[in-house]
Every structure is written in C-alpha cells, then in structure tokens.
C-alpha cells in the first residue's frame, strides 16, 4: 500500500490567490482528517469525514477554508482567497478502527 | 470536552540519558491512546498505541509507555536515548463524540539530544 498521498508536497502562492490541498486515503478506510500544523498552534484538527461525510468542521477556522470528499479515495481541502496566516503544514491522516496513517504533508506558504 | 496536556514543551538530553515524557488526558470514555513522532521535516510516525490489555505498551525503537487509568496518564519512556532520537513528540487521544472517533494532539514535546 501507497499510503496516504498528499500532493503538492509544496505550494507557495500569493496572497489572495485559491490553494487546493489534495489526498488520497488509504483504500479501505472509513475515516479521513485533515490537520494543520504551525509553531504557534500545534497540530489542529480542521474537519474529518466518516463514509466520505463531513462529520465535524468546528475546526476549520474560517469561512475561507471548505473541505470535499466526493469519494471514498479523494478529498481536497481550500483555501479561498488564502493569507499570509494560512502558511503552515497541512497534514491529512485516515484510518480504520483507530490506526491512523498520516500523509506526508503539503508545506503552504501564502507570501 | 476532549484534551491531551504535555507537560514538556522542550527538553533536552545528553545521548544514554534516560527520557520521560508526560502525557495526561481528559476524556471520560473508552480511550485510545498514541504516541506519535516527527522527525525534522518529516511527517507524523506511530511509535506505539494503547487500546487495551497490558497497560505497559512497547512500540518501535526502544520506547515504551505506561497506561495508568487512575492518573488519567500515558507517560512515554526510554532507558537510553540516541542523538537520532532527536524529534518532536506527540501525544494523542482517540475519542469517541457522537458515535464518531477523532484523534486529539498534544501540543507536542521537542526532544534534543546532544552527542
């Protein structure tokens, strides 16, 4: 198994531009997260789906952040318009009866 | 509501020393608990897991750790560290909202070790 496939791997854009973070799950699991990662915050959970539905999205922090799974290999996670604050690691992580398998990440910068 | 607390935001240790990590949580129900390490640059890796049994969990490069109910606690534990040991640490939560399964963090330790 590939594991889970984050892409890009980098991205760096401007401010005000639309960023789409890409993942593949692993097939067969159930659960797919999306996290973020900055000094200042930690790793924060965004939204998670369940059977490619949103289950929580408390975490997305702004209207600018919206999360798709359309099917259970692919979800996408963007940021529009993106800001400078948006820079960070955007990890995506899923799991099957609690083993969680993290992506390798997309390092944003928003400049 | 569901938490992870380390106690340690920084520590650092000579090569052979002996680590401890403090990881408490606050979750009611049944828990999952995780250990997980990122090395420089790199993404989040297991390094072992809780779900039941015997509360003292070994996992991958010499770590283990200790489930102890009563103290809400899973410390993370090794005799003698090594300068590749040098990473971040992870503290990590499995709860149960809504009939639904999350993953809570820590804020995470950063581990130095100098040769």
């Known amino acids: 198994d590939a594991g889970v496939i984050q892409s890009p791997r980098h991205e760096v854009t401007e401010m005000g531009q639309e960023v789409t973070l890409r993942c593949k799950p692993i097939?067969?699991?159930?659960?797919l997260f999306w996290y973020r990662q900055t000094m200042m915050r930690g790793l924060e959970l965004l939204i998670y789906?369940?059977?490619?539905?949103?289950?929580?999205d408390s975490g997305m922090p702004e209207d600018r952040f919206s999360a798709k799974m359309p099917n259970a290999s692919f979800s996408t996670l963007k940021i529009q318009p993106s800001e400078p604050r948006d820079s960070a690691v955007y990890f995506c992580?899923?799991?099957?009866?609690?083993?969680?398998?993290f992506g390798s990440g997309t390092r944003l910068t928003v400049v | 509501a569901q938490s992870v607390s380390q106690h340690n935001h920084h520590v650092i240790l000579s090569e052979a020393a002996s680590l401890e990590l403090g990881c408490n949580y606050s979750?009611?129900?049944?828990?999952?608990l995780f250990w997980y390490v990122q090395y420089p640059g790199q993404h989040l890796q297991l390094l072992l897991k809780?779900?039941?049994?015997?509360?003292l969990v070994k996992g991958i490069k010499g770590f283990e750790a200790e489930f102890i109910k009563s103290k809400f606690s899973f410390n993370l534990r090794k005799p003698s560290v090594q300068w590749s040991d040098t990473a971040e640490y992870f503290c990590?939560?499995?709860?149960?909202?809504?009939?639904?399964?999350?993953?809570?963090f820590g804020a995470g330790t950063r581990l130095a070790v100098h040769p």
């Open positions: 789906f369940n059977n490619n539905v949103p289950i929580d």
């Open positions: 990590a939560v499995n709860a149960r909202s809504g009939g639904y399964n999350k993953l809570i």
């Open positions: 992580a899923s799991t099957k009866r609690s083993s969680y398998t």
């Open positions: 979750y009611g129900g049944t828990v999952n």
């Open positions: 097939s067969g699991h159930d659960y």
């Open positions: 809780y779900f039941s049994g015997d509360p």
